[in-house]
């Protein structure tokens, strides 16, 4: 994606030395005949009769520099990366499928509808599970949905906003290399706008599983760590299934964090399958948005509903699991929202 932001630069390099010679060859023009050409004007304005010297080559000039400046400040705000800042947050030298790869944006300008994306790329020479070469992981907490009335817009506004974190979970059969990662900011509808910002990273998957983690014995410390955080993880996913589904790419950073043997061993075998189930379900519903080929009531109605039961089964099978009063209610608006009884 390297040449992505050569393409960019060049284009703005273009724009701002056409303005610039436009607005000098204007003012050279100009400036040995300031008053001559403002008799000039003012003969033409008056309704007088022009001098000698041709008063329309005189506006041509005048033209020429507004126009150059023009150009000039309509290229500005692609030229202020430096407001934008973004990176693969907390990068490791190599990552396995089932990882999630994090990432991190601000952007310190102005927002009126923005959102925040990340182009995920093919390493060179491969094919993405999804079949194309890219895939766009947008921020789903700054973003509208296509289902809700007023479009697909960003949802962030203000000046100089908190910094965002979003994630990329590796999925089955993901190709080994280096991914190019292109993040960018826009504002207003998606597809429509131009870019504010971007900035480039990458990350690099290696081949095989994740490396086997030496066992150790868990203290009781960490056990109570790991369901706190998995237990806020699910309230905060349940949450997202209140109201327009809207979220795209359901972020699992807690769950994800540990390997299989070591949730198994932690959470024990009944509570481990109950929310591997869970996770299964909304692991099959971000692979669905990661296709990159828009989206269909048809079958994203089917995913959901297959989340929420899952959220529904866990809550009622593991005890620990209810963190907040209100659960039993955002489940039942869970339901009513994809057509449960």
Known sequence: ??????????????????????????????APRYEQWKASVWSLTSGLAPSAENVWWDLIRVALVVIGVSIILSDIPSRIKKNFKAEVLEKKSGYHEGDTVRFWAQYAGRLDKGYF???????????????GQKVQVIDPTTYHSPLVDHGRMGRVSGTNTPPREWGFQIPSNYPTGKSQVVFEVWDG????????????????????????????????????DFKNSVAAEIYFLLKMFVGPLHHW????????????????????????????SLYDAIEERNRYFARGSGMSVAEIDPLNRTCVEAFSQAYSEVTWLKISSDTDALLSKARKEVGLP
């Open 189 to 224: 509808e998606f597809g429509k706008a131009k870019p504010l910002g971007w900035k480039e990273d990458f990350f690099v998957v290696e081949s095989g599983g994740r490396p086997a983690e030496q066992p150790t014995e868990i203290t009781n410390r960490e056990k109570e």
């Open 117 to 131: 994306l990340a182009e995920v790329n093919a390493p060179p020479g491969t094919i993405l599970p999804n079949g």
């Open 1 to 30: 994606m390297a040449w992505n932001s050569v393409r960019r630069n060049a284009r703005s390099l273009v724009k701002w030395a056409a303005g610039t010679a436009a607005s000098t060859i204007g003012f050279l023009e100009i």
């Open 249 to 276: 790419n359901l972020d699992c950073r807690s769950w994800s964090s540990k390997a299989e043997q070591s949730k198994a061993a932690i959470l024990g075998k009944e509570d481990y399958l109950v929310l591997r």
